[in-house]
Structure formats: structure tokens, C-alpha cells
């Protein structure tokens, strides 16, 4: 099957759908439409923004459509069907499919997920596989059904963690994006000529995500630092990780491993009696917490009503953060 013959109607909505969008038109793909969500009021001032996709599509000609609902839409699902997709694509548009979208398509809907399925099915599974601590993660190409990631897989590539450096979530999902993507444009072609068959999921393996809340955010000195650490990259930049401080409270932006602190005394003696969980020390020339096991450097943070600062500045124009406690 030739790809310029295939008639795709991409669906996608945040910077995350870009790469796979970028590449599917590179390639020579025939993107006959996007799918998107409405556009949102941005910022202090509330400025209606259009999506990334909307954004690509328009900047290659290519019609976009923004139902509010696609269950709802009568309309969009009548101009879906006039369109006559072939494929259907979707990469983070943040809808189910309606079942009766889904059976349209000559070769249905194929979706890009960011962990390794059935593990992390679900609204957020960048930010929870961070959260627990996992060493690897991974996309799956898949096509949708009627469930949430619940299709036969197409193909799957790993990735690590553990070997990545990142500050925060968002660095981890630009590295996935642009990994599905590639894999995305390596898996079509067999697919499309049945060389790639569907496999189902072990529906008995499978774990599921939630959305994040504010709450989801607070720090619980008591844990680990390396626990602590997963929080803040997982959970940053939003819903974002945050603490209080003499009854204010102070987000936590950037932190650092326990281990780039040395020595500590903390682990070096597993004598932890004398901790203070929350407790603020000058470790090593670096502002760092005292956790119930290890150090935690903070880098950057913000007191509310402030500005983002580095630890350091921080300190310098409040001295009696030195010695003090977080609660």
C-alpha cells in the first residue's frame, strides 16, 4: 500500500502530538484533516490560543476541526463520514473514540501511548511511572477500541529512565513524543500491508493511571529523598509539588538526586534518630532537606506570590531559611 494513497485524518491536541504529526507529513502521508480541542483562554490576560495541532495544520493547509464533543457533534460525525478516512491516527487528543467512529475506517485507529501496555493505561503514564520509581518505560502503537488502551498492540519500543537525565516530566514526554513518532512511521507500512498483525493485550497485567491534583503535589518530608525526587520530576510543572513555610506556601520547581550529595553522614551511618524530616541544612555549599533517608539538594523553588528563584537567591534574601523547617 502506498502511503501517499492512504487518507489519514489525524487526532491530536498538545505539544506531545507534534513529532508524530511532523513526521506523518514528511513522509508523505496524505493528512486530509486534524482533530483537535477548542481552542483556550491562556495566560493572566486569558488570550483564546489555538492547540499545537491546530497550529501544524494550519501551517500546512490542512482543514481543522474542533468538536467540543465528538459523542454530542451529529455534525462532525456526518463530515467525518463525507471525509472517507482510511486510517485514523491519534496521538494525546484527550477523548475516547465513539464506538461509532471507530468501525469507519478501513484500518481504524491507531494510537501512540506513552508506557509499555497494558502497564499504565490511563490519563497520566509519564507522570506515574516517574512517581513509582520505574527504571523503564516506553511507547506502544496500538489500535483503539471501545476501552482506554485497552486495543491489540502493533508494536512497542522501551526506553530508560534510569539513563535519562531530566528535571521535570516534561523533558521524559518530549524524548517519548519524538520515540513514538519514529516508531509510529516504522510500524504504518506493515501494518497497512498486513505484515504487522495486532496482537491483544494481557488484560490481566494491566495497571491504570488517574489525573493529578493539586493535592496529589504536597511533600511528605517523612518519605524517602528519592521518593520526594520522583515527586517533584513527575509532578512538575503542574499540578507541581509545593510545601509550606512559615505558614506560606513554597513551591518546589527543581531538585537534585540525594546521591550528588557527599559525603552524607545520613546514609553513611543508617542512623536516622536524629533526623528531622523537613529540616533545611547547608550540605556540601547547596540548600538541602533533610528526608527519612538521605539529603534532598533543592534547586529551584517559588514562595507563593513570588518569583521562581534558585535555592541559593533564595536564601540570600531570607536568611531565616537556614536551620528552619518545612512542613
Not at 454530542?72 to 482510511?86: G, I, N, S, V, Y
Not at 513551591?251 to 559525603?263: C, D, F, M, S, W
Not at 518569583?307 to 533564595?314: I, Q, T
Amino acid at each position: 500500500m502506498e502511503t501517499d494513497k492512504i487518507k489519514i485524518i489525524f487526532f491530536g491536541t498538545p505539544e506531545f502530538s507534534i513529532p508524530a504529526f511532523q513526521f506523518l507529513i514528511k513522509n508523505g502521508y496524505q493528512i486530509i484533516a486534524a482533530v483537535t480541542a477548542p481552542d483556550k483562554p491562556f495566560g493572566r490576560r486569558k488570550i483564546s490560543t489555538p492547540p499545537p495541532v491546530k497550529v501544524l495544520a494550519r501551517q500546512n493547509s490542512i482543514p481543522v476541526f474542533q468538536p467540543v464533543s465528538l459523542k454530542r457533534d451529529a455534525e462532525f460525525l456526518q463530515k467525518f463520514k463525507e471525509l472517507k478516512p482510511d486510517l485514523c491516527v491519534i496521538v494525546a487528543y484527550g477523548k475516547i473514540i465513539p464506538k461509532d467512529y471507530l468501525g469507519l475506517p478501513q484500518y481504524g485507529f491507531v494510537n501512540i501511548h506513552p508506557s509499555l501496555l497494558p502497564k499504565y493505561r490511563g490519563p497520566s503514564p509519564i507522570q506515574s511511572a516517574i512517581l513509582n520509581g520505574e527504571k523503564e518505560t516506553g511507547v506502544t502503537i496500538m489500535l483503539a477500541d471501545e476501552e482506554v488502551d485497552h486495543g491489540p498492540i502493533l508494536a512497542k519500543r522501551e526506553f530508560s529512565i534510569f539513563n535519562f537525565q531530566f528535571s521535570n516530566r516534561k523533558e521524559l514526554e518530549k524524548k517519548l513524543a519524538e520515540l513514538g513518532a519514529k516508531l509510529l512511521i516504522e510500524t504504518l507500512p506493515g501494518y497497512l500491508n498486513s505484515v504487522v498483525e495486532p496482537k491483544p493485550q494481557n488484560h490481566s497485567e494491566a495497571t491504570f493511571t488517574k489525573m493529578f491534583s493539586r493535592e496529589d503535589g504536597k511533600i511528605s518530608w517523612p518519605q524517602t529523598a528519592e521518593q520526594i525526587y520522583n515527586q517533584i520530576r513527575a509532578l512538575n510543572p503542574e499540578p507541581g509539588t509545593w510545601t509550606t513555610w512559615n505558614g506560606r506556601i513554597l513551591n518546589i520547581l527543581n531538585a537534585e538526586p540525594p546521591y550528588k550529595v557527599r559525603p552524607c553522614r545520613v546514609c553513611r551511618s543508617n542512623d536516622l534518630d536524629y533526623l528531622l524530616p523537613g529540616k533545611i541544612q547547608i550540605v556540601n555549599n547547596q540548600v538541602a532537606i533533610q528526608t527519612s533517608k538521605c539529603y534532598l539538594v533543592i534547586k529551584s523553588l517559588q514562595l507563593e506570590g513570588g518569583k521562581e528563584m534558585d535555592a541559593k537567591s533564595f536564601l540570600r534574601g531570607h536568611p531565616d531559611f537556614a536551620s528552619s523547617r518545612l512542613e
